[in-house]
């Protein structure tokens, strides 16, 4: 599973750097899960699904029970 970690970056910065690394790595690669760890800001978590997953059609999200600084997003476009 590829996976993006976050920490020290600003918002602004997490959300472009999350939507290029989904890009990047969405096209004909055969992945279908990404981890994006966020850190426990809700905020972040809320930036990146309505700013990104949202508008690039990803749907299946879930933000784990036993790690609440984790997206998992599975690549169904």
């Keep these: 599973m590829l996976e993006?970690?976050?920490?020290?970056?600003?918002?602004s910065q997490c959300v472009e750097s999350t939507e290029v690394f989904l890009l990047n790595n969405c096209n004909n690669s055969g992945v279908?899960?990404?981890?994006?760890?966020?850190?426990?800001?809700?905020?972040?978590?809320?930036?990146?699904?309505?700013?990104?997953l949202l508008k690039h059609g990803f749907t299946?999200?879930?933000?784990?029970?036993?790690?609440?600084?984790q997206l998992l997003v599975h690549n169904i476009i």
Excluded: A, C, M
Excluded at 64 to 69: K, S
């Design 60 to 69: 299946k999200f879930y933000i784990l029970e036993r790690n609440r600084g």
């Design 4 to 11: 993006i970690d976050l920490h020290g970056l600003s918002h």
């Design 32 to 52: 279908y899960e990404f981890s994006i760890i966020t850190g426990n800001s809700l905020k972040l978590q809320q930036l990146i699904i309505n700013k990104v």
